[in-house]
């Protein structure tokens, strides 16, 4: 067997047993579990597994053709070249992923205070251009203003009888938002939340519109950035090219 053949074998095995190792760990599920197993139980935690299941199900099987008797250091048959550096960038993802305020979550965030009224909310998010304008009172996030969200508030205002200037010079944000009748819109999550874990939300949460990143992911701590729907596409690039 020549060199270039042992590289890519070994090349091969050690991204295959990082990735078990990996999701193992991560999700705590047993040692001896098959590979084939841990990938299906991981696609229902996992955007990267679950973008690339089939792929990863058939280099188990590969794996298994690599090798004699369970065998590592008796390789059989060789990977190509573009096999090898294909696992080797999932196994990248799944051991180093990019984190989403690194990669895609923007810092510059807006904030607002509970009282301003809703002419001076409607007025900050059209200065700004930013659609989602979390909203604090005494340091403590009390939701986010969104302007498709308003822009309805307003219109059930109007239909039951309210006046357009008395909506948005007596109005309050803070009134606007207890007014609502879900907040599944918008989540917290910690500073070193993963590109994988923010598509993951935004995947099983169809009705979300943000993602604040605080240091430890709690509301009673300024947004250290922000990420929108309108940057899913752009996260879901960075994993294809990382």
């Known amino acids: 067997m020549n060199n270039n053949t042992q590289s890519n074998a070994k090349r091969f095995l050690d991204a295959y047993n990082n990735i078990d190792y990996a999701l193992k760990t991560r999700y705590n599920f047993n040692r001896s579990m098959g590979f084939s197993d841990l990938i299906r139980k991981s696609v229902v935690l996992n955007y990267v597994v679950r973008k690339y299941e089939e792929v990863l ?25 573009a096999v090898v550096e294909d696992i080797e960038h999932i196994e990248k993802l799944l051991t180093t992923p990019p984190k989403a305020l690194e990669s895609v979550g923007r810092r510059d965030v807006v904030t607002t205070s509970a009282d301003k009224s809703m002419r001076e909310v409607i007025e900050l998010i059209a200065s700004s251009n930013f659609s989602n304008i979390p909203v604090y009172k005494n340091n403590q996030l009390i939701g986010v203003a969104n ?3 308003i822009i309805n508030s307003m219109g059930q205002f109007l239909l039951t009888g309210g006046k357009c200037s008395t909506f948005l010079d007596n109005v309050q944000i803070e009134d606007m938002l207890s007014s609502l009748q879900d907040s599944n819109y918008y989540i917290v999550r910690q500073a070193d939340c993963t590109i994988e874990e923010a598509l993951d939300e935004f995947n099983s949460n169809h009705k979300l519109l943000a993602i604040l990143f605080t240091k430890h992911g ?11 729907g309108a940057n899913v596409v752009e996260a879901q690039k960075i994993i294809e090219n990382y």
């Open 147 to 149: 302007g498709q969200k």
């Open 57 to 81: 199900i058939d280099y188990g099987r590969l794996r298994n053709a690599i090798i004699h008797n369970n065998n590592e250091d008796y390789v059989i048959a060789e990977p190509h070249d």
């Open 218 to 228: 709690q509301t009673n701590e300024m947004p250290l950035g922000i990420m929108t």
